[in-house]
T-cell receptor, first 112, second 109 residues
Framework: DAKTTQPTSMDCAEGRAANLPCNHSTISGNEYVYWYRQIHSQGPQYIIHGLKNNETNEMASLIITEDRKSSTLILPHATLRDTAVYYCIVRVANSGTYKYIFGTGTRLKVLA | DTAVSQTPKYLVTQMGNDKSIKCEQNLGHDTMYWYKQDSKKFLKIMFSYNNKELIINETVPNRFSPKSPDKAHLNLHINSLELGDSAVYFC????????FGPGTRLTVT
């Protein structure tokens, strides 16, 4: 019952911007979009999140469409260490807490 | 100074055995979680605890029993292990932003 769909894999040249798309057409008005990445088999690592405005931090930018049905994670200058599986997640409220609904992830390979 | 730690990192056991995985966080969070990542790398929440109280139970077989002795610890006990329980189990903590542990790879033979 994933709420997001992502391409299975993508390649990106080192030093170029990596643009990772995500569709979340059934997202509700109060549900946030989160992005995490998983390097090898380590624990997922937080990247960024947003509700409806575009967001930027030291790792990445998040562009959310006006209708909120899709978003794009941008790594502005990809490095070899950015090779990982990137998960687009919808965070839903549940019984006073929050639940992450993970997508299937995009395997990003940064090429030298 | 690890934020979320899990032990053991690897666990190999036979079908029918009972095993436990321990999780500890030093971030002061009230909320902790257990996730299961299957062989296809799909991550799914199993349980969520808030202040030692079970909040989310995602239709996990009752062979899985989480236990939270205090806010900083959430352990996962699994009875009568089955082949299908083989997976990587991640503990996490936090509310608006979740911090994940390094995972425990469970192999049931």
């Amino acid at each position: 019952d994933a709420k997001t769909t992502q391409p299975t894999s993508m390649d990106c040249a080192e030093g170029r911007a990596a643009n990772l798309p995500c569709n979340h057409s059934t997202i509700s008005g109060n549900e946030y979009v989160y992005w995490y990445r998983q390097i090898h088999s380590q624990g997922p690592q937080y990247i960024i999140h947003g509700l409806k405005n575009n967001e930027t931090n030291e790792m990445a930018s998040l562009i959310i469409t006006e209708d909120r049905k899709s978003s794009t994670l941008i790594l502005p200058h990809a490095t070899l260490r950015d090779t990982a599986v990137y998960y687009c997640i919808v965070r839903v409220a549940n019984s006073g807490t929050y639940k992450y609904i993970f997508g299937t992830g995009t395997r990003l390979k940064v090429l030298a | 100074d690890t934020a979320v730690s899990q032990t053991p990192k690897y666990l190999v056991t036979q079908m029918g055995n009972d095993k436990s995985i321990k999780c500890e966080q030093n971030l002061g969070h009230d909320t902790m979680y257990w996730y299961k990542q299957d062989s296809k790398k799909f991550l799914k929440i199993m349980f969520s605890y808030n202040n030692k109280e079970l909040i989310i139970n995602e239709t996990v077989p009752n062979r899985f029993s989480p236990k939270s002795p205090d806010k900083a610890h959430l352990n996962l006990h699994i009875n009568s292990l089955e082949l299908g329980d083989s997976a990587v189990y991640f503990c996490a903590s936090g509310l608006r932003e979740q911090y994940f542990g390094p995972g425990t790879r469970l192999t049931v033979t």
